[in-house]
């Protein structure tokens, strides 16, 4: 079970906007501004798409945004293309002796 | 561009112990908050432990404290992982993962910009 909570799944069809929600506690998400998000394509290594909320690495398409509300953090692609059908994963920094905590992932599909 | 490179894969019998290796090549080695990661089959992320080699002072998450030790070794810009007492459901890809930004204390544990292609441990007798 993991510390921090996603939807198993979301859909949209290409063109569309989605948002994956990532639920935490007032030890992690609610108190750091240190929630990054991963995007994981079969087979490879996760790759950073957001980090510290809303900040996106050089090279990632400005497609992908983030935010956070409380203890809920949430990406946003929006323009959705076929290339974005993955595993995304959001992570926390946390006050809890496990210093980084992760959601259980969340798989886009792209109809 | 920093290149983290690891071993393949690796099979262990229960009970014995796994060291893998993450090989930097590119940025300052010393100054990263180096994390150590794992997935089972199937499954989602898990963040197992980190150092940052300067300070030489690994942190662990409490699920594997007391199985798991982390070093770095800065003259040949390696870092390890040792799982000891070995399960099946040790059984997964383990990932090295960097944050190779300016350091900031434990906080920078919470981002990965570089990853390795991850090694594969099967736990089986």
């Known amino acids: 079970q993991s510390a921090l909570t996603q939807p198993a799944s979301v859909s949209g069809s290409p063109g569309q906007s989605i948002t994956i929600s990532c639920t935490g506690t007032?030890?992690?998400?609610?108190?750091?501004?240190?929630v990054s998000w991963y995007q994981q394509q079969p087979g490879k290594a996760p790759q950073l798409m957001i980090y510290?909320?809303?900040d996106r690495p050089s090279g990632v398409s400005s497609r992908f945004s983030g935010s956070k509300s409380g203890n809920t953090a949430s990406l946003t692609i929006s323009g959705l293309q076929a290339e974005d059908e993955a595993d995304y994963y959001c992570?926390?920094?946390?006050?809890?002796?496990?210093?980084?905590?992760f959601g259980g992932g969340t798989k886009v599909t792209v109809l | 561009q920093v290149q983290l490179g690891q071993p393949g894969a690796d099979i262990k019998k229960p009970g014995s112990s796994v060291k893998v290796s993450c090989k930097a090549s590119?940025?300052?080695?010393?100054?990263?908050?180096l994390s150590w990661l794992r997935q089972a089959p199937g499954q989602g992320l898990e963040w197992l432990g980190g150092?940052?080699?300067?300070?030489?002072?690994?942190s662990y998450a409490q699920k594997v404290q007391g199985r798991l030790t982390i070093t770095a070794d800065e003259l040949t810009s390696t870092a390890y992982m040792e799982l000891s007492s070995l399960r099946s459901d040790d059984t997964a890809v383990y990932y090295c993962?960097?944050?190779?930004?300016?350091?900031?204390?434990?906080?920078?544990?919470?981002?990965?910009?570089?990853w390795g292609q991850g090694t594969l441990v099967t736990v089986s007798s």
């Open positions: 993962a960097s944050n190779s930004g300016t350091y900031r204390g434990p906080v920078s544990y919470s981002t990965f910009d570089y």
């Open positions: 590119g940025g300052t080695f010393s100054t990263f908050a």
């Open positions: 150092i940052i080699p300067f300070y030489n002072t690994p």
């Open positions: 007032s030890s992690d998400v609610g108190r750091y501004e240190f």
């Open positions: 510290e909320v809303s």
């Open positions: 992570a926390s920094y946390s006050s809890t002796p496990t210093l980084v905590v």
